[in-house]
C-alpha cells in the first residue's frame, strides 16, 4: 500500500522527540514490511530517511494547496495520516480537496486552556508562548468540526488527549496507542544508589529551557529546607557560552553548591551511569509541544522515579512511578524535593513501580504495529 505522512518541522533536530520519533520509527516499520511510505514536510532542508521518501513543500497551509495536493496525486495513497493542531486543522484547507482511501489524524499536541497559559506566562518569555498561544486563539467547534468531517480515525499516544478528544468528539473513531521505547537499550535499576555520602542525587536532563521548567527548578531548589539535595544539569547540546550562563543564573539564586553542570551530548553508556546515581529525575514541564516527552519515558525505564507536572501527558504510563505537581507551582516543586530527600523508603517504593512499568512498556516494532493494525494494514 501507499502510505503518505503530512508532518509539521520533520528536521533532524525533532527526529529524537516526540511526536516526531514516533512517526519515523512507524514510517521504518512499514516500510520494512512491504509498503511504500513518503513524508511531506514544510522545510526547506528536511529530514532524510533511508527507508523511506521525505518531501519539501513551502508550507502545509491552505495557501500552499496546490503544491501538497500535486504531491499527494502523484502518490496516490491508500492512507494518509497528518500530524494536527489546532491551529493546521484551522488552515489546512487542502484536507477538504484530498482524497486518500482513508485520512488519518495523528493528534499529538495537548490541548491546552487559557489557565494553562496564564501559568505559563510567568516563566515562558512571550515569543515561546506565542508558539502555543495561536493555538489558543481557533474556537473549539472549528478544530472539532474538522476531525470529525475529514477523518476516518485518530491516533494519540496520551490517554489524557483522548479524554479531551472524547469529551469534544463522541462519535469519532480515537485510539489510544502508547509511545514505544527501545527495550534493548534500557532496563530498570533497582537498587538504590550507593554514596558514601548523604546526597540525595537529582537530575536534569535536557535542553535547560523556561518551557521545560528548568528556571522553575531552580527557584525550588533555592527554597528547599534538605541540606542533603544536589542537582546534577545533564544540558544536552550546551556550549561553554551557555553552560555559562546557566551558572550566572544559579549562582544569583545562591545555590551553587548544590547545582553540578554537565553539558554536551552524552552516549547511552554515559547517560545510563548518570542515571544510576541519581534518586530521581527532575523535568517540571511548564508546557510540552507533543504530551509525551521522550525523556520522562527514558528515565522510567532506566528504574529512576521522575518528578513531573501535570501539563504531561503521561501519567498513564508512570504512574506510581512519577511525583505530581501542579505545572508552574515552584512551593509544590520545592516540598516534593524536600520529601523526597532521604526517605530511603520512599525512594525505593518509586524504583519498584519503576520496574512495574517497564514490563509494560512496548518495543517500537509493537507500537508500529499497533498502528498498522489501526490503519488496517497488512503485511505486503
Not at 285 to 309: N, R, Y
Not at 316 to 337: F, H
Not at 343 to 350: G, T
Request: charged share 20%; net charge negative.
Amino acid at each position: 500500500m501507499n502510505i503518505v505522512f503530512v508532518v509539521y518541522n520533520y528536521i533532524d533536530s525533532k527526529i529524537p522527540l516526540q511526536p516526531w520519533l514516533t512517526i519515523d520509527q512507524v514510517a521504518c516499520y512499514m516500510s520494512s514490511h512491504g509498503h511504500c511510505v513518503s513524508v511531506i514536510t514544510d522545510v526547506e532542508d528536511p529530514y532524510k530517511s533511508e527507508h523511506y521518501e521525505v518531501l519539501a513543500v513551502k508550507s502545509l497551509r491552505g495557501t500552499n494547496s496546490p503544491e501538497i495536493l500535486q504531491h499527494i496525486d502523484r502518490l496516490q495513497p491508500d492512507k494518509l495520516i497528518a500530524l494536527v493542531t489546532p491551529l493546521t486543522l484551522a488552515t489546512s484547507s487542502w484536507y477538504s480537496i484530498a482524497k486518500p482511501k482513508q485520512f488519518y489524524a495523528f493528534v499529538s499536541y495537548p490541548f491546552y486552556g487559557l489557565q494553562d497559559f496564564i501559568t505559563a506566562a510567568r516563566y515562558v518569555p512571550f515569543s515561546e508562548m506565542a508558539k502555543f498561544a495561536r493555538q489558543l486563539l481557533i474556537p473549539g467547534f472549528i478544530w472539532q468540526r474538522k476531525l470529525n468531517q475529514y477523518f476516518a480515525g485518530l491516533i494519540s499516544q496520551s490517554e489524557r488527549t483522548c479524554e479531551v478528544l472524547s469529551k469534544s468528539l463522541h462519535d469519532a473513531n480515537i485510539n489510544l496507542i502508547a509511545p514505544g521505547i527501545d527495550l534493548n537499550k534500557w532496563s530498570p535499576v533497582t537498587q538504590l544508589p550507593q554514596s558514601n555520602s548523604d546526597e540525595t542525587i537529582l537530575i536534569y536532563m535536557g535542553t535547560a529551557s523556561d518551557i521545560r521548567g528548568f528556571y522553575l527548578l531552580l527557584d525550588a531548589l533555592a527554597k528547599t529546607r534538605s541540606s542533603s539535595l544536589r542537582l546534577k544539569v545533564l544540558a544536552r547540546s550546551a556550549s561553554k557560552e551557555d553552560v555559562a550562563h546557566l551558572q550566572q543564573q544559579v549562582h544569583k539564586r545562591n545555590i551553587s553548591e548544590k547545582v553540578v553542570f554537565k553539558g554536551g551530548w552524552l552516549e547511552q553508556q554515559d547517560l545510563k551511569a548518570e542515571l544510576s546515581s541519581a534518586s530521581a529525575v527532575v523535568l517540571p514541564f511548564v508546557l510540552v509541544q507533543s504530551d509525551l516527552p521522550v525523556a520522562v519515558m527514558e528515565a522510567v525505564a532506566a528504574g529512576v522515579p521522575v518528578i513531573t507536572s501535570d501539563i504531561v501527558g503521561s501519567s498513564y504510563l508512570i504512574k506510581n512511578a512519577s511525583i505530581e505537581i501542579n505545572a508552574g507551582d515552584v512551593d509544590q516543586l520545592a516540598a516534593a524535593l524536600d520529601s523526597l530527600a532521604k526517605d530511603s523508603d520512599r525512594q525505593q517504593e518509586l524504583k519498584n513501580a519503576c520496574a512495574g512499568h517497564y514490563q509494560k512498556m512496548i518495543s517500537w516494532d509493537e507500537m508500529s504495529r499497533q498502528w498498522c493494525e489501526v490503519l488496517e494494514l497488512d503485511d505486503d
